[in-house]
């Protein structure tokens, strides 16, 4: 018998699903940063040539390879919003969306803090930084698309257009260090192999996957908000333990 | 055809238009999406002239010469097949090193020197502990050793211009 997969794309049903997963995912995100932060600034090296500079890419990449890939989950449920024209995905890309924005402000940022004692320059126009800054005023276009209409099922539509189209420029991220001449580095994980210490790859990929719990576990907290907000008429709502006091 | 498959039809083919459009661009301004010029663009004239622009390469090994005043300082950046002279005068950067990537903005003047305004340093994408580097760094010093006998400067001492 197959799993009738569209319950779960009730809110009613993902409501009380996503209020129990919640508590896990936000949990281990915190033990994992813990270990993260502990094994960066400890238990790792410091690096030949930058230094204790170079304990910044613990933040810096994963926050940048979440910038993406929240942008790519975004794109897809707005993909999936368009096609099947269920409410959760629209929900589930507006609640994306700011984390998404977050991280993408994160990795801009440190990168700036790194690039400055590095190279010696907090930015230059080169195609990686470009891109990632398109890609921070696309989250942004997001949200202020979607705010700006306020019938939220329009809002949906206009804003998943949007995201669809912007997600073209995520390959360009990912590909621009090696596609163009760049000051940024080209890639450090590469299918080939890691050309990385393996206690730095430790620690780098335990902040990626709390990165990850942590996303999930916000995600889901942001989209009972909207869930709540926008079935705020109905009759479940109503019934609901902590709407009725 | 469901309505739902026309939408996820008009989708893609939306998505692969935007894909295309964007390719289209960005293969038009590949040369100014570019950061730098390599040296061998300069010698092919594809850098522009009598402006400023950036070169970018490797540092030549034992090229980095100083000046007395002790903030001017002249490199030879390469890519290997061609080089270009730089003079700068300023702090560089903490990571600049002979052998290391360098990205050096300014106008190449009439005698082929580079005079540069902004000087970056450009690290690569290794990450590992002095340790290695020590050993990566000996192994490949006991393979030149070994190649050439005769030929050993291991001097790391930047010479001063008299």
């Known amino acids: ?245 | 055809m469901k309505p739902r498959h026309k939408r996820f039809v008009f989708i893609a083919v939306a998505l692969a238009a935007v894909a295309v459009a964007v390719g289209l661009v960005l293969y038009a301004l590949r040369g100014n999406v570019n950061l730098y010029f390599t040296p061998t663009q300069v010698f092919n004239n594809e850098a522009p002239k009598g402006r400023s622009f950036r070169i970018g390469g490797l540092v030549e090994k034992g090229s980095l010469k100083r000046e007395k005043d002790g903030l001017t300082v002249h490199f030879v950046i390469t890519d290997t097949h061609k080089s270009i002279p730089v003079v700068y005068t300023g702090i560089l950067p903490d990571l600049f090193k002979e052998g290391k990537g360098v990205v050096a903005q300014g106008e190449v003047q009439a005698n082929g020197v580079m005079r540069a305004e902004e000087v970056l340093a450009k690290h690569d994408e290794n990450y590992m502990p002095p340790e290695a580097t020590d050993a990566l760094n000996k192994a490949k010093a006991a393979n030149a050793a070994d190649a050439a006998a005769a030929a050993s400067n291991g001097s790391a001492a930047v010479p001063v211009i008299k």
């Open chain 1, 1 to 245: 018998m197959a799993i009738n997969w569209f319950k779960y794309s009730s809110p009613t049903t993902f409501y009380g699903l996503a209020g129990k997963m919640i508590p896990w995912f936000a949990v281990s995100a915190a033990i994992l940063f813990a270990i993260g932060l502990y094994i960066g600034f400890v238990v790792a090296p410091v690096d030949a040539q930058q230094g204790e500079f170079y304990r910044i890419i613990f933040i810096h990449v994963p926050a940048s390879m979440m910038s993406m890939f929240l942008y790519m989950v975004m794109a897809a449920y707005a993909a999936l919003g368009l096609v099947f024209n269920t409410r959760l995905s629209g929900m589930m890309a507006s609640a994306l969306a700011p984390t998404g924005a977050l991280f993408t402000l994160i990795s801009l940022w440190t990168g700036a803090l790194w690039g400055k004692p590095m190279w010696g320059a907090w930015w230059m126009w080169d195609a990686r930084m470009t891109s990632e800054l398109i890609l921070l005023f696309l989250y942004l276009g997001f949200i202020a698309l979607h705010a700006s209409i306020d019938d939220s099922r329009r809002a949906d539509r206009a804003a998943a257009l949007l995201a669809i189209v912007g997600s073209v420029n995520v390959p360009i991220i990912y590909f621009s260090v090696k596609w163009w001449n760049t000051l940024h580095q080209g890639a450090t994980i590469k299918f080939t192999g890691t050309s990385m210490q393996i206690a730095m790859q430790q620690a780098m990929f335990t902040m990626l996957l709390a990165c990850w719990l942590y996303s999930i576990a916000v995600v889901l907290a942001r989209v009972r908000s909207i869930i709540l907000s926008r079935e705020r008429n109905t009759a479940w709502i109503n019934e609901l333990p902590e709407v009725k006091q």
